[in-house]
């Protein structure tokens, strides 16, 4: 069972260069979720999608853009990235509308 | 606003033993979610255990039940039997109010003696 795939895994970018990290689950949920996880911390929603065809901001938003663009597929994009997006990312999907059941194995991304 | 709280950084067990992992979740909700996640060294986020505030039962998930007290904001996990694949990093979430937004706390980082 694949369950949630992310790619890369790993990405190294230089500021102000874009790219786009994948997502796709294979369980047939309705919503997935994109994260950041920065060192010591917790995971921050950046945009979650309740839905095929819907999107919506979540805690920090800025510098991102998504694309739900199929039921399997959930994509997150940095159209100029900085050094502060330098994160792991992690995508996420449930059958739910409460929180997130099963995640990718993250994307790290550092950004020179 | 919510809040999180995680006291404990570190925490160490004897392999077989029990140990109690710490939580205090503030909010102004009188409805919610509460969750505890596992991330061991491969990185990957598991869903350990969830628990809905409006129930007074608390939740139990084979080895791993939680003590909920929604008067006293405590949310904590207790780990019974601990194997050596507990070892993690455990994080406490609760739901921010919308779908997904879930805040969470700092973590605490679970140890494993063999």
């Known amino acids: 069972n694949a369950g949630v795939t992310q790619t890369p895994k790993f990405q190294v970018l230089k500021t102000g260069q874009s790219m786009t990290l994948q997502c796709a689950q294979d369980?047939?949920?309705?919503?997935m979720y994109w994260y950041r996880q920065d060192p010591g911390m917790g995971l921050r929603l950046i945009y979650y999608s309740a839905s095929e065809g819907t999107t919506d901001k979540g805690e920090v938003p800025n510098g991102y853009n998504v694309s739900r663009l199929n039921k399997r597929e959930f994509s997150l994009r940095l159209e100029s990235a900085a050094p502060s997006q330098t994160s792991v990312y992690f995508c996420?999907?449930?059958?739910?509308?409460?929180?997130?059941?099963?995640f990718g194995d993250g994307t790290r991304l550092s950004i020179l | 606003a919510q809040t999180v709280t995680q006291s404990q950084p570190e925490m160490s067990v004897q392999e077989a033993e029990t140990v109690t992992l710490s939580c205090t979740y503030d909010?102004?909700?009188?409805?919610?979610?509460l969750f505890w996640y596992k991330q061991p060294p491969s990185r990957q986020m598991i869903l350990v255990i969830r628990q809905e505030a409006y129930k007074q039962q608390n939740a139990t998930e084979n080895r791993f039940s939680v003590n909920f007290q929604k008067a006293a904001k405590s949310f904590s996990l207790k780990i019974s039997d601990s194997q050596l694949g507990d070892a993690a990093m455990y994080f406490c979430a609760g739901d921010g109010g919308s779908q997904g937004n879930l805040i969470f706390g700092k973590g605490t980082k679970l140890s494993v003696k063999p």
């Open positions: 369980m047939n949920h309705n919503s």
């Open positions: 996420a999907s449930s059958d739910n509308r409460v929180s997130p059941q099963h």
């Open positions: 909010t102004s909700e009188s409805d919610y979610y």
